[in-house]
């Protein structure tokens, strides 16, 4: 362990000569749990565990147990911890959704770094948004931080398939609109896919926002990919627990790690593994955070033409498991960087470069992680689009099925397809099966008021399935659109996180069911075919009605809230960057 003297920020609470009275209030409080004064007065540095895990947390339980190695891990490196709750950010369950936590767990882990005595930070993460929340946080204060990830729960096993949690939801609720299962065993298919403590075991959010933590250098080595239950989680809870001691020794702040190179990895690493489309805006928020810009053409740039090299559901058949025992990520990071695809310079927590970290871990099943000359797919990149519906809009198209290139895309890039809008998922559930809107195979089905502002906070509602009369004569999705975001483990073509949002007087408010709607992959354009005077007419009628806010937190969020293609942060939040590392008066 290094052992430079110097002194940490804690010292101005716990060592200050001229305010002994304030000295002994903060002190006395602390030693009623039994630390002593000579823990606190000894210099040491104060490391905070940030505790996601919880009952209302079920993805991050796991850290109830991890944190207690990473308490050894600290305490052994000579550091004293501090372990502390974070507002709850449960992807499935939190109405009206999850994305309006980000930016409040975002706030809350600000307030704390910035008013406590803490000289660096164990940042636990798993479910979706509570790697973006804290990373976004760790870059405000820009104290030293090290993501510990919860990791995936194990493999699921149903009827002798392997099912990833959410894919198999997917496809059951299909098989049940279809007659083909009962809700009974519906319900067992969703228990099959979840048989553990972890995170979503696909590459959904969760494994992809862990993965590109660690991409970042954020955290250490293979940290991501080790399925929640294995001894394996609890070594590197102790390692990491370790490793932020030494780095508050060594001053090791995110400011030092999260350049724009380390991004751009990142960019390309979202692509090799099949990532998640909330990827998008949650790596501009870190980005924005973090002092970095990342233009819509950056992720054609550096990801678009980078092939899928991961085989793991939605987009190719395997779990967290097999992903961990192949590698996991620096074994993606290993054919990144001998294609180039990657800079393997960048600075990390390990206090070593990104290609020293990963030197030698290849992967060891080919099947799984397969080399970057003979990937699963070409360009897994998300595809940007823009045109007079929206200025920016993402689409992954690696799970685009062949069933829907038959039908649309023949021999060309470009489809047009009859729009079917719908205000909100209430409308979507109330009116797709309506005889009436004549839904056929060439349709497109359009949902808005799904914003950060007109919902409030982007929901996972893009991926809405066709009408039943379709799916019982095998067409199991169309094509979608929305200002919301998409599930990371949904299999429709959809185009996403479309900015502005219709709430925020984006061209899908103007949009009307029967509009043709022109998309053309090639040209990175979508266009519906309404003349100019007649958008200008349509536009003077206003933005469709959005729901008032029902707490306050909601308008808050919603007066503060940037739009997807930036990120969806609090704009006014981006300026306090290393502001907040100087410690607060008394
Ligand atoms: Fe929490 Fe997927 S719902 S990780
Ligand atoms: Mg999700």
Same mark, same amino acid.
């Given at each position: $362990?290094?052992?430079?003297?110097?002194?940490?920020?804690? &010292?101005?609470?716990?060592?200050?000569?001229?305010?002994?009275?304030?000295?002994?209030?903060?002190?006395?409080?602390?030693?009623?749990?039994?630390?002593?004064?000579?823990?606190?007065?000894?210099?040491?540095?104060?490391?905070?565990?940030?505790?996601?895990?919880?009952?209302?947390?079920?993805?991050?339980? *796991?850290?109830?147990?991890?944190?207690?190695?990473?308490?050894?891990? %600290?305490?052994?490196?000579?550091?004293?911890? $501090?372990?502390?709750?974070?507002?709850?950010?449960?992807?499935?369950?939190? &109405?009206?959704?999850?994305?309006?936590?980000?930016?409040?767990?975002?706030?809350?882990?600000?307030?704390?770094?910035?008013?406590?005595?803490?000289?660096?930070?164990?940042?636990?993460?798993?479910?979706?948004?509570?790697? /973006?929340?804290? #990373?976004?946080?760790?870059?405000?204060?820009? +104290? /030293?931080?090290?993501?510990?990830?919860?990791? !995936?729960?194990?493999?699921?096993?149903?009827?002798?398939?392997?099912?990833?949690?959410?894919?198999?939801?997917?496809?059951?609720?299909?098989?049940?609109?279809?007659?083909?299962?009962?809700?009974?065993?519906?319900?067992?298919?969703?228990?099959?896919?979840?048989?553990?403590?972890?995170?979503?075991?696909?590459?959904?959010?969760?494994?992809?926002?862990?993965?590109?933590?660690?991409?970042?250098?954020?955290?250490?080595?293979?940290?991501?990919?080790? /399925?929640?239950?294995?001894?394996?989680?609890?070594?590197?809870?102790?390692?990491?627990? @370790?490793?932020?001691?030494?780095?508050?020794?060594?001053?090791?702040?995110?400011?030092?790690?999260?350049?724009?190179?380390? =991004?751009?990895?990142?960019?390309?690493?979202?692509?090799?593994?099949?990532?998640?489309?909330?990827?998008?805006?949650?790596?501009?928020?870190?980005?924005?955070?973090?002092?970095?810009? %990342?233009? !819509?053409?950056?992720? $054609?740039?550096?990801?678009?033409?980078?092939?899928? %090299? #991961?085989?793991?559901?939605?987009?190719?058949?395997?779990?967290?498991?097999?992903?961990?025992?192949?590698?996991?990520?620096?074994?993606?990071?290993?054919?990144?960087?001998?294609?180039?695809?990657?800079?393997?310079?960048?600075?990390?927590?390990?206090?070593?470069?990104?290609?020293?970290?990963?030197?030698?871990?290849?992967?060891?099943?080919?099947?799984?992680?397969?080399?970057?000359?003979?990937?699963?797919?070409?360009?897994?990149?998300?595809?940007?689009?823009?045109?007079?519906?929206?200025? =920016?809009?993402?689409?992954?198209?690696? *799970?685009?099925?062949?069933?829907?290139?038959?039908?649309?895309?023949?021999?060309?890039?470009? =489809?047009?397809?009859?729009?079917?809008? =719908?205000?909100?998922?209430?409308?979507?559930?109330? @009116?797709?099966?309506?005889?009436? +809107?004549?839904?056929?195979?060439?349709?497109?089905?359009?949902?808005?008021?799904?914003?950060?502002?007109?919902?409030?906070?982007?929901?996972?509602? *893009?991926?809405?399935?066709?009408?039943?009369?379709?799916?019982?004569?095998?067409?199991?999705?169309? /094509?979608?659109?929305?200002?919301?975001?998409?599930?990371?483990?949904?299999?429709?073509?959809?185009?996403?996180?479309?900015?502005?949002?219709?709430?925020?007087?984006?061209?899908?408010?103007?949009?009307?069911?029967?509009?043709?709607?022109?998309?053309?992959?090639?040209?990175? &354009?979508?266009?519906?075919?309404?003349?100019?005077?007649?958008?200008?007419? &349509?536009?003077?009628?206003?933005?469709?009605?959005?729901?008032?806010?029902?707490?306050?937190?909601?308008?808050?969020?919603?007066?503060?809230?940037?739009?997807?293609?930036?990120?969806?942060?609090?704009?006014?939040?981006?300026?306090? @960057?290393?502001?907040?590392?100087?410690?607060?008066?008394?």
């Amino acid at each position: $362990m290094a052992s430079d003297p110097r002194r940490f920020r804690s &010292r101005d609470w716990f060592d200050d000569p001229e305010r002994l009275d304030m000295v002994a209030i903060y002190l006395e409080r602390f030693m009623n749990y039994g630390l002593t004064a000579d823990e606190l007065l000894g210099g040491k540095p104060i490391i905070g565990i940030a505790q996601t895990g919880g009952d209302l947390t079920p993805c991050n339980r *796991v850290h109830l147990d991890t944190a207690k190695r990473v308490r050894e891990g %600290i305490r052994d490196a000579g550091g004293i911890p $501090m372990e502390f709750p974070l507002h709850p950010i449960f992807e499935n369950c939190r &109405r009206p959704t999850a994305a309006l936590d980000r930016n409040l767990a975002y706030l809350g882990l600000v307030e704390i770094l910035h008013g406590y005595p803490i000289d660096a930070v164990v940042l636990t993460t798993g479910c979706d948004k509570t790697t /973006p929340a804290q #990373v976004m946080a760790a870059s405000t204060a820009d +104290l /030293p931080a090290i993501v510990l990830s919860g990791g !995936p729960m194990l493999d699921g096993w149903h009827e002798g398939e392997l099912v990833g949690s959410g894919t198999v939801i997917w496809r059951s609720r299909r098989k049940l609109a279809a007659g083909e299962i009962d809700p009974r065993q519906f319900l067992e298919a969703a228990a099959a896919s979840a048989p553990s403590l972890g995170h979503c075991n696909t590459m959904g959010t969760a494994s992809t926002m862990n993965a590109i933590a660690e991409a970042l250098g954020l955290s250490l080595p293979g940290c991501s990919a080790i /399925p929640a239950p294995y001894r394996e989680r609890g070594q590197m809870a102790y390692a990491t627990g @370790r490793r932020i001691v030494e780095m508050a020794y060594e001053d090791l702040r995110p400011s030092k790690v999260l350049t724009r190179r380390a =991004f751009l990895n990142a960019i390309a690493t979202i692509a090799a593994i099949g990532g998640s489309t909330n990827a998008q805006p949650h790596l501009v928020a870190m980005a924005r955070h973090a002092g970095v810009t %990342i233009t !819509p053409e950056d992720w $054609m740039t550096y990801g678009r033409d980078v092939p899928l %090299i #991961v085989n793991m559901q939605p987009a190719g058949k395997y779990l967290g498991e097999r992903f961990h025992r192949a590698g996991g990520v620096p074994a993606v990071l290993c054919e990144l960087l001998r294609a180039g695809r990657i800079d393997g310079n960048v600075s990390t927590v390990t206090g070593r470069t990104l290609a020293e970290n990963i030197a030698g871990r290849e992967s060891t099943d080919r099947d799984v992680i397969t080399t970057y000359e003979s990937p699963l797919q070409e360009r897994a990149g998300f595809l940007v689009l823009r045109g007079n519906l929206f200025d =920016f809009a993402i689409m992954k198209t690696s *799970v685009i099925s062949e069933d829907f290139r038959k039908r649309f895309l023949s021999g060309t890039d470009a =489809f047009e397809g009859r729009a079917i809008v =719908f205000d909100g998922s209430d409308d979507y559930h109330a @009116r797709i099966n309506d005889p009436e +809107l004549g839904i056929d195979e060439r349709c497109i089905l359009v949902i808005r008021g799904a914003g950060p502002i007109g919902w409030p906070g982007s929901a996972e509602v *893009v991926n809405m399935q066709p009408p039943d009369a379709l799916l019982k004569r095998g067409i199991a999705s169309l /094509p979608t659109i929305g200002d919301g975001r998409q599930s990371g483990t949904s299999d429709s073509p959809s185009i996403l996180n479309a900015s502005p949002e219709s709430a925020a007087g984006g061209g899908l408010a103007w949009l009307r069911t029967g509009d043709i709607v022109r998309i053309d992959l090639a040209a990175g &354009r979508c266009d519906a075919l309404v003349s100019d005077a007649e958008i200008a007419r &349509r536009k003077a009628e206003g933005t469709p009605p959005i729901p008032a806010s029902a707490t306050p937190w909601q308008e808050l969020y919603r007066n503060t809230v940037s739009q997807m293609d930036s990120g969806a942060v609090m704009d006014l939040a981006v300026k306090y @960057r290393g502001v907040c590392a100087k410690t607060p008066r008394h």
